[in-house]
């Protein structure tokens, strides 16, 4: 992203209140929107103006500011919302994925707090399944629907028009374009035996490493020096240009085209047999890949659709992962087992 876009999101925070009677001039926009606390029974609504903010020019949600009348609250420290928990719903609901910043703000003494939402890059966010709001145990209103592209209009969040559409689809298709050209010049520029591949995005976050992407014949022209040595050619003098890894970089020399993946190889345990070997029945194997973070995570789990059956395939490796969670011998491992089935179905209520 771009450090204009950084701005215009910043200035966004900027709040017009008046010191005496602590009423907000600012009106709820296309770009803002305004929340008196966070209620976690409100983040599919609130996921939902997220996703209708990144499929714009993103946004910030407030809270701590009643809207009617608009009026600086404040929002106690331990009322501050979990990151890590709309991470996860976002992760859960939509894709591409939401990029949000938190940030705490001081107005006039009292604390609000901001989820500054960025615009996607690759448009549009889309809603992958369906929410509905619990009231007594029983689904309600459809909050969130599966396939459905959400919008900001005005101080609304509703589902795109197809005019709004055909212009995301004609500008990324239209920069998509434009990327290819601009890369290809700049290829050609550069020389295809002398040119390398990085990811951009992974450079823009501080506590990220890096790939660098090079063809054999590109890595072999090259002298890397890794904390203080020559990777290789280390012997051949003072002659040759050396490049300096001025942050943690992993040096991939002679990266070859991916080739498709195998599953049947790398994911050889079908569901029952991964039951069999920890031990563990089909009822609560669901919850416990879900608290090892195993479940959706394609490192260790895949799915796919025979018909209409759904198939789930896992790596070898989970077999550890659960049974070093889980011993055989572990002591009330059942009990355990248990409560985090009922923690598993207490999330999926939410």
């Given at each position: ?174 920069n998509f374009f434009k990327s290819m ?17 990085i990811d951009a995005q992974e450079l ?117 992962n659960i049974l070093d969670a889980y ?24």
């Amino acid at each position: 992203m771009s450090n204009k876009k950084i701005l215009k999101l910043n200035e966004l925070l900027i709040l017009n209140v008046d010191a005496l009677t602590k009423r907000v001039s600012n009106r709820e926009s296309e770009r803002r929107e305004f929340k008196l606390k966070f209620d976690n029974n409100n983040l599919p609504k609130l996921a939902r103006t997220m996703a209708s903010f990144a499929n714009r020019e993103g946004g910030v949600l407030f809270f701590g500011i009643r809207d009617q009348p608009r009026e600086l609250i404040g929002i106690k420290e331990n009322d501050i919302p979990d990151d890590v928990e709309f991470t996860n719903f976002l992760k859960q609901y939509f894709e591409p994925e939401i990029l949000f910043e938190s940030k705490t703000i001081d107005l006039l003494g009292k604390n609000i707090h901001c989820l500054i939402v960025k615009p996607s890059i690759n448009k549009p966010v889309i809603c992958r399944k369906s929410k509905s709001l619990v009231i007594q145990g029983k689904p309600q209103k459809e909050i969130l629907r599966e396939g459905a592209i959400y919008y900001r209009y005005s101080a609304s969040s509703d589902e795109i028009k197809c005019a709004d559409l055909k212009i995301i689809l004609d500008n990324e298709k239209e920069n998509f374009f434009k990327s290819m050209i601009d890369n290809i010049t700049l290829l050609n520029k550069v020389g295809m035996d002398r040119a390398a591949i990085i990811d951009a995005q992974e450079l823009s976050e501080n506590d990220r490493s890096a790939s660098v992407f090079l063809t054999n014949d590109t890595a072999r022209n090259l002298n890397w020096i890794d904390s203080g040595k020559f990777v290789e050619d280390e012997d051949e003098g003072d002659g040759e240009k050396a490049y300096y890894v001025v942050r943690k970089v992993e040096i991939k020399h002679g990266v070859e085209i991916a080739k498709p993946t195998d599953f049947a190889i790398t994911h050889q345990l079908t569901k029952s047999a991964l039951c069999n070997v920890v031990k563990i029945s089909t009822n609560h194997i669901e919850a416990v890949i879900w608290k090892l973070g195993i479940k959706d995570n394609p490192r260790y789990h895949i799915s796919s659709s025979h018909g209409k059956n759904k198939i789930h395939k896992f790596k070898k490796e989970c077999e550890n992962n659960i049974l070093d969670a889980y011993p055989l011998d572990m002591e009330k491992r059942l009990e355990a087992i248990k409560k985090v089935a009922e923690e598993y179905k207490a999330a999926l209520r939410k």
